[in-house]
């Protein structure tokens, strides 16, 4: 095709008077989009058909979100738990365990005052030889005890105030960064189990019917987006420096109106040949360089395929 169009257009520019602007052939050409599931599995649903206009967001299919539901609800369900978890630790004990920590404290200090009171009375005795030496070493050793219990009862008190190591909280904290990051790729994978139209367009053709297995990235159908036409042609090396990015061409095709133009969006760097490739200094009117342009407005959208006529901008 490209041959052909070189030749054409060899034919076209040896027509022009060198006034008139040069008029080349063309073709539109459509950026297609090939939409497939992001995970393989069943396909439920496709509400669209072969040439079936859809606007942005539009549902195209629906894959079956069982099994994804189903990883969804499990990351939901282990982030809540990760999460109950770090709370735990962070608030310290429960206002139970720290009345029945209260309550063994009031204990213990009534035990020390009685402890207390008990030594002093051994000892007065056995100042006055009305106690033997044993009691009085009960007397002390029960008194110590007493005071130990009490310290270690408000030890575990302020522990209880505190919550848990800073490395236990540190555990806790990424075990629930890693539920969450679950939970959201779950939800991502669910959510794509929907697609949508990811720009206003055509469906140019389905691959796939609902009940068939597929697999990931095999393509349900084709969008043809609005703004995915684009026109390509070949021009000489001596119209190609008229075409600067951003220049503008006019368009004409059968059937239609008139006024039709694209802006230049690209111009091969490279040159090819027309026939025969013979690289001789008189063949070098035979080199012809690819441009894609980009239609302006959209009174009227170009068929993939179609012919044209391209009137370049007129030589300086």
Known sequence: ????????????????????????????????????PVDGGRLASRPV??????????????MD???????????????????????????????????????????????VRLATVSLARTRSLAAGRNASRQALDQAEAEAAQA????????????????GARADRIASAEAA???????????????DRATMRAPADGVIDETFHQP???????????????????????????????TLALGSQVALACDGCPAGLTATV?????????????????????SFVFLVEARQDGT?????PGQPLDVTLPTPP
Not at 147 to 162: G, N
């Open 1 to 36: 095709m490209k041959l052909w169009f070189a030749v054409v257009l060899a034919l076209t520019l040896a027509a022009c008077d060198g006034q008139a602007p040069p008029t080349v052939q063309g073709w539109a050409e459509g950026d297609f989009l090939a939409l497939g």
């Open 49 to 62: 058909a072969r040439g079936d206009r859809v606007a942005k967001g539009a549902v195209l299919f629906q």
């Open 65 to 111: 979100a069982t099994a994804l539901t189903a990883a969804r609800d499990a990351a939901r369900q282990a982030m809540a738990e990760a999460q109950a978890n770090l709370t735990d630790l962070t608030k310290g004990a429960r206002p139970e365990e720290v009345a029945v920590t209260d309550a063994q404290i009031t204990e213990a200090e009534s035990a």
């Open 147 to 162: 005071a130990a219990r009490l310290a270690r009862l408000k030890a575990e008190r302020q522990v209880q105030a505190m």
């Open 176 to 190: 629930r960064a890693a539920a969450a990051a679950r939970l959201d790729e779950a939800q991502w994978h669910l």
């Open 211 to 241: 009940g068939e297995t597929i697999g990931a990235a095999v393509p349900v159908l084709s969008l043809l987006p609005d703004d995915g036409i684009k026109i390509r042609f070949f021009v000489p090396e001596a119209a190609r420096a």
């Open 265 to 285: 969006r690209s111009v091969a760097s490279r040159e090819e040949f027309t026939p025969p490739p013979v690289y001789t200094l008189p063949n070098r009117a």
């Open 299 to 303: 009174a009227l959208r170009l068929r």
